[in-house]
Every structure is written in C-alpha cells, then in structure tokens.
C-alpha cells in the first residue's frame, strides 16, 4: 500500500511487521518517535505478543535487549548519537556473544557541542564494534531493510548484530510515499527466530564465559569470518527481496554512470539522491561523472567498490563524519579497497551538524576536480572561516 | 592437530567437575563416620561442595570427597560434634631432622 | 545433578558459593542465573569450565539488572515465563556502585526478577578496591591506611532501603552464616510478583584478611554485633529482623579481620571504632535487634 508517512512511521511499521518478542528502548532525539510509534503500537495492541519497555536508559535498553536476545526472543531497539555512544558496551559484547539484535540507528551528531543534527558521526565511531552497518538513502529503502536486518542477522552463518542507518530528521521526519508492507510478504520472507543457542531451563548453557589467552583470539577471529559470510548472505536476501517485492536495492554498492566516469562521487546515506541527481544533470551535459553509493559499511565491500571504481581515476567522498587525527573514515576505508590502483581520492567533509549540503557544492566540487583545481586531500567544505579563541 | 571446537559466541554447557580442585590446598578433611550424626551442617556450608551425604543400610553419614576439598575447615568449624578432622596432606609434611 | 560446583575456582574458605548454591537449590534448579563481572563470574564461568548446573549468563560489570529484566520480558513475551525463576548473582560493586541504575530501572518497572548481592564489602575480583558497600575504617587499595587515613571514611550505603523506597514487594539483608535464613528468605522472594532484593553478606577471605576457619565465625559476629542487622521487609513493612540476646561489641568483630586491624593503633582509629559502634547501635535502636 503506497502511502505519504513519516520515515519514524515507516520505520515503526516494520519492526511491527518483523514480529519481534521485546522492543527495549530509551527517547533521544531524533530516534524519539519511532519509539513513541511502537508505544503507540503497543498500547493499542497492535504488537501482538510482543513486550514494548521503556528503559532508564540507552544502556538499560541495550542490556535489555541483550538479555531478551539471549533468551531466545526477536529483540529490536533504536538510537541515535548518546545513546549510541551510552549503549557501546553493551553492543560490542552483544556482538561477541553472536546476539542477533536489529538497531535503528537515527543518525545524529555527536556532542560536545551538543547538536541535535544530522551527521553521521554517532553509528561511524562504533563501526568496529561486530555490527553490520547499511547505509539507507530513503524511508523505502529503511522499510524494506528491517525486516531484511532480522533475517540476515538471525541466519546461522551469521549470527551478529545488525544496525540500519537513517539519516536524522533528513530521513527520520520527511515526508516520503513509502509502498508499506503487509504481513503476509513480511512471514514469507521472515520466518520466526530460531535461536541456536538460548537460555533454557532444560538444556542449560553459560552465555557470557570469558576466555583466557588461548581461546580469546579464536572468538573474535570467528566474528571476522561471521561478517564475511554476511557479505555472502545478504547478497542472497537483496535478490529474494527484490523477487519478493519487486524492488532492487542493489548489492552492497550500487554504481551508477560509473563503467566510463573520469570522476565518482562516492556517498552513503540521504546525500545519495542528491548526489544522483546532479550526476545525472552532468550527464545530460556530456560529463563523463558518476556515483557510488555505499549501502554496506560492515562488512565493507572492498571487492566491490574496488571493481565499481577501477576505471575512475579520480573519487570524491562525501565524509559526515570524522576520524579526528586521521583521514576521514570512509576515505581511509574506500583508499584501502582501491589499493594499488592510480586513483585520487578527495576527502570532502561536510555537513557535519545538519549543516546544509547545497546541490551547487557538490556540482562545484566535482566540477573543480575534473579541472584539476583542487588536491586529492581532505578538505572541508561549507565551512566558515573561523579562529579559535583561547583566552 | 584436531580442530578446536568454540560453542559460537563463548557459550559453553557445565564442565567444571574436569577441576580437580582438591589438589589446591594443604590440608583435606576427614569425617568420623562413627561420630557424625548425619545433620547436613557440613554439606550445606561447605562451598564447593565436596561433601555428601551417604547411607549404608541404616546408617547414614557425610563424606568428603577429596577431588575437590580444598581445605578450607568451613566443615570443621560448623561440625557440631567434632567428628571432622583436618589432615595435611602427605606432600606437605614435612621431616624435621 | 549439581546446581553449582564443584571444580569452580573460588578461594578456599570463600563466602559467596554458600549462599549461590543455597539460592538454586532451594529454587529446585528452576532458575535463569544472571551475573555481573566480579569474583563469582571469574571463578565460575571461564570457557569449557562452566560451573553452573543451571542456565547462566554473564554480560557486563554494570548491568545485570537490565539484562534479567530483559530475560524476564523475554520470557513473558514468549509465554515462557512457568520455566523458571529469574535470579541476579551480582556483587556489592556491581550493586551498589556502577550498576545502581540498571538494577533501579529494573526495580522501578518492578520485573519479576530475585536479585542477590552476595556482599563481601569491596572490589574482591580486583584485588580489594573500595565500593560503597565497603564499612567505615576498612583498609583497601583504594582506601589505603597512611600516616593522615585510616582506611575508608564515610559510611556503608544502606542497600536495601533504597530497595524498599523503590517500593519492590520483597527486601531482605541475610549471612552466610545463617544459610537456612538465608534459603527461606530466597524462598519467600519467589512467592512474590515483581523485583525482589536480597542482600546476603559473604566473607572474602583475601580481601578480609581472614581465613577458611573464620569465614562462619566472622559473619555470624557481623550479625551478632548489630554491624550487619538481618532484616526482612514484605510491602515496605518491616516484618521480620532477628533478635540478639546479647549484643556484641563491634571490636569482637573487627578485631579478628586484617582491614581493621590498623583501627587498634592508628590515631584515627578510635574515631572509627566508635562511629562503627554507633553505627550498630543505631541500626539496633532502628530494628529493635535487642531481645
Ligand atoms: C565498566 C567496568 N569497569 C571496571 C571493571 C573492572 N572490574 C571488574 S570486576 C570489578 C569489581 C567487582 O566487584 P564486585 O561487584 O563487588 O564483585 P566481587 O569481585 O567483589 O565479587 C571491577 C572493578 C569492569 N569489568 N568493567
Ligand atoms: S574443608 Fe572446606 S572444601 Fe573441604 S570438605 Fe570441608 S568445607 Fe568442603
Ligand atoms: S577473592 Fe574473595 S570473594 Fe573472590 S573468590 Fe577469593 S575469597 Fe571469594
Ligand atoms: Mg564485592
């Protein structure tokens, strides 16, 4: 059913219809209505046998979800930037104990300053963490990956936490027509969780042990071979979601105009129409321009992006967040998969903050690097002059 | 080498009685069969647990089972008809000369 | 079947694994055992030496209150929740410091959930740091004794009034060395819907500075000094402490622990030996200890 929501309804709806146990979750800004919605939800009776908690905090709401997860229930939470950051330990040993928890992450800066905006700074800092990240470019796409998010999280091969990045108030509060699921697509491509291990009276396991030296390494290393078969995995859902629903999201990139573009922008998240939007313009003008949008960022699709952007010889990436002392985050990982390659790659960070990314920026931009006007070298843009004061 | 099994995630089914931590201390306890009255004072105290209760036709008692005392003379001290004796263990003992 | 132990690596002599084994066995296995890090967790769950008979799981230092509420939710979502019980084994740090929030939440939106503190009044798992558990003049590595300290000033925060101000049905304080209490209070925890709290004081031998033959002694004399006073609220009602015919001096109880030993010397030491006796004299004037 095509309807004009709210990308938090449009998310809200979808782990409704992904039958979870327990939602556990704490406001913040700008997660807070997608919570709100499944209390909502939930106070009408529309969750089914599913337990909605309000936790005393993001901390509590992970533990939460972790214990629920353990116990063998389909266990979903959301957050953005704090809570994110408030929940990270939680989260990285819910990733070692292979809980298949589903996240929605409303991505948001991170404080100080405090800023309750848009960037992406909140789910890149816990990146290493064992979650796998997707990257969403609209309220459709959020739609159509929870339910997704369970079943590859929850596949045997897998086993790990799952994250869908929406963009904050970009996404999470536009307005978009969103073709929203029924129940019966969502069972036949969802079946009910099957934990392999779980907390059960009848046939008691430890969940949790600690490992000494000569176990430890094996664990994690077995969290790095989980993340590659993911990649392998979800691969396999894109294409049963598509058949499903008719609608093709792509692989772990998705290379537009890329086969011949001297130049590539490289973006993830609610920059990508944008970003589509002006190559296409380019396009019509003859330049030779193209895009790489990035769905995957855990496991990082290296192959892939490697094979998209062989022919560019020069990659813009749209960095929304830092890695303060280092190269920007996606920069240093899109360097790494294109190794030994002759590309440049130009690092630009901007609209950190819910600062606007204007289209005249990008067009400027790409305009300037097929002049040769500018270095391959981080550069931020949309950025005022400024001295600190140290007083 | 055999592979070594991980249960995913650290999780792992009971398999500490492979602990043999009666090797631990220096001392073991010895209960009197002849002397204990089968009240459970030590079997309810002791932490490990390394005491049980048996019964041989009709009389009943506690013993020590010496894989996993550690010594600690929790038994001894709740015992309360001092029928638990604590012994050290051959290796500790020492010879003056 | 056993429930817990042997072969776990507790110190000989050890409190905790009195009152651990005690809790399961008096819920007849039926139990989903949730840990916070600390020394129960070490000595009971390294990897393919799993100590415990019953389902176990340990997550964090700081949040075994939510990760219960989480399993108990779980449970009900599921129509699970006849299985078992769902018992917390966390220790004073984890209690009383660095997972108060979780364990409030839990409280708070009253999950039906058994928490056991095992006490042993300190950090043991890393080596004896300070928690606010820990008794005024106890010596620890964060609260050394020096020329100008005499080990840890300030008071032992009262856990299980915080419990009761949460209006949770069920709040008990309990010892080791009375193990029948202790199980009976456990049991009568289970007949209640919602959190319940129990708080069971267990020696550490190392960080006490005791050994094996004193673990009994010494936390019976808690109870006997009026120190460690075993309480038993139903509802926000007092209905239960236990009485003492003859009232100890704190100093019998002291006297015997390496952490307060430096109290019969140090010039501050009188200072805290008598702010410990007007602790227990204030705790016995509260409950009506005296018989
Ligand atoms: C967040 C965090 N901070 C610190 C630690 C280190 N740590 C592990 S156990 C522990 C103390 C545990 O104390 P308590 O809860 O009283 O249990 P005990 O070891 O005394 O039984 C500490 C400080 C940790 N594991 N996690
Ligand atoms: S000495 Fe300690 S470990 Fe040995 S049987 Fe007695 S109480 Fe148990
Ligand atoms: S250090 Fe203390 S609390 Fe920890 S196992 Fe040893 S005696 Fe028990
Ligand atoms: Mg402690």
Redesign the pocket.
């Known amino acids: 059913m095509r309807k004009v929501v709210r990308g938090f309804y449009a998310i809200a709806e979808a782990v409704r219809l992904s039958k979870p146990n327990v939602i556990a979750a704490y406001p913040i800004t700008p997660q807070t209505e997608i919570v709100e919605n499944l209390a909502e939800m939930y106070a009408n009776g529309e969750l089914g046998d599913a337990e909605y908690v309000t936790a005393e905090s993001e901390f509590g709401a992970a533990s939460m979800v972790l214990g629920a997860s353990a116990a063998g229930a389909r266990a979903f939470t959301a957050t953005s930037s704090q809570g994110l950051l408030l929940m990270s ?1 939680v989260l990285y040993n819910a990733a070692g104990m292979r809980l298949p928890i589903v996240l929605v992450i409303a991505n948001r800066s991170v404080s100080a300053p405090l800023s309750i905006w848009n960037d992406i700074q909140d789910s890149i800092s816990i990146r290493d963490a064992g979650i796998i990240q997707l990257y969403v470019e609209s309220n459709q796409e959020a739609h159509d990956m929870i339910p997704l998010a369970f079943k590859v999280a929850e596949n045997r091969d897998v086993l790990l936490p799952f994250m869908v990045c929406v963009d904050g108030f970009k996404l999470t509060h536009a307005y978009e027509p969103v073709d929203l699921l029924d129940q019966e697509t969502v069972d036949k491509f969802l079946p009910p969780y099957n934990p392999v291990v779980k907390l059960d009276v009848n046939n008691p396991v430890a969940m949790g042990c600690y490992a000494p030296p000569p176990y430890y390494m094996e664990f994690r290393v077995a969290m790095e071979y989980a993340m590659e078969r993911a990649s392998k995995v979800m691969l396999q859902e894109f294409k049963k979601w598509y058949k499903l629903t008719g609608r093709d999201w792509g692989g772990h990139v998705v290379a537009e105009n890329c086969e011949d573009a001297e130049v590539v922008v490289v973006a993830m998240g609610s920059v990508v129409p944008l970003v589509r939007e002006v190559i296409s313009r380019m396009r019509q003008d003859g330049k030779r321009v193209g895009m790489l949008k990035i769905r995957t960022y855990r496991p990082f699709p290296s192959r892939e992006i490697r094979k998209a952007l062989k022919n560019a010889g020069k990659i813009i990436v749209i960095e929304r967040a830092l890695s303060i002392g280092a190269e920007p985050p996606v920069t240093a990982d899109v360097k790494s998969a294109l190794f030994g390659l002759n590309s440049e790659v130009y690092p630009v960070v901007t609209g950190l903050g819910g600062r606007d990314i204007p289209r005249e920026l990008v067009e400027r931009i790409i305009e300037d690097v097929m002049k040769g006007k500018i270095k391959p070298e981080k550069r931020y843009e949309g950025l005022n002059e400024f001295e600190e004061v140290i007083p | 080498m055999a592979k070594m099994k991980l249960y995913i995630g650290a999780s792992s089914p009971a398999m500490s009685s492979e602990m043999k931590t009666g090797d631990w201390g220096t001392e073991l306890a010895y209960i009197d069969k002849e002397k204990c009255i089968a009240c459970g004072q030590c079997i309810t105290f002791c932490p490990e647990p390394a005491t049980s209760m048996v019964e041989e036709g009709d009389k009943k008692y506690a013993v020590v089972d010496h894989d996993y005392c550690k010594g600690c003379w929790i038994c001894f001290t709740v015992c309360p008809v001092d029928a638990i004796e604590m012994k050290t263990k051959e290796i500790y003992k020492v010879e003056v000369c | 079947m056993n429930y817990f132990g042997p072969g776990h690596g507790a110190c000989p002599g050890c409190g905790f694994p009195i009152a651990i084994r005690g809790a399961i066995e008096v819920l007849d296995g039926k139990v989903i055992a949730v840990n ?5 967790e070490i000595v009971s769950s390294m990897y393919g030496r799993n100590t415990w008979g019953v389902p176990y799981i340990h997550s ?3 949040n075994a209150g939510a990760v219960a509420a989480g399993i108990e939710t779980a449970l009900r979502a599921m129509k699970r929740d006849n299985e078992a019980h769902v018992v917390v084994f ?6 009383f410091d ?1 997972g108060i929030g979780t364990l409030s939440g839990m409280m708070d939106r009253d999950h039906n959930v058994i928490y056991i503190c ?1 006490d ?1 009044e ?5 080596g004896n ?1 300070q ?1 606010m558990a820990t008794p005024p003049g106890a010596n620890t590595t964060t609260t050394p004794v020096g020329k100008l300290k005499p080990g840890k000033t300030g008071r032992k925060k009262d856990m299980v009034e915080i419990a009761v101000a949460h209006g949770v049905p069920y709040a008990a304080s309990a010892s080791i060395a009375y193990p029948k209490d202790f199980q009976r209070k456990v049991k009568r925890a289970a007949e209640f819907e919602g959190s319940k709290y129990i708080q069971v004081h267990a020696p ?1 031998v190392t960080g006490w500075g005791i050994d094996g033959k004193l673990t009994v002694e010494v936390s019976k004399l808690a109870v006997e000094t009026g120190l460690y006073p075993l309480v038993e609220y139903e509802y926000g009602k007092l209905v239960k402490v236990k009485k003492l015919k003859q009232r100890k001096p704190v100093e019998e109880y002291l006297k015997i622990q390496r952490r307060f030993r430096h109290l019969f010397k140090h010039e501050m030491g009188k200072e805290i030996l008598e702010q410990l006796q007007k602790i227990a004299d204030e705790n016995a004037e509260k409950y009506g200890l005296d018989a």
Do not use: K, M, P, R
Request: hydrophobic share 25%.
């Open positions: 330990e | 916070s890090t600390g020394c129960l964090l230092f700081e966390a220790g004073d740090g984890a209690t660095i095992y042993n300190a950090y043991q798992n890393t740091q928690s550490c």
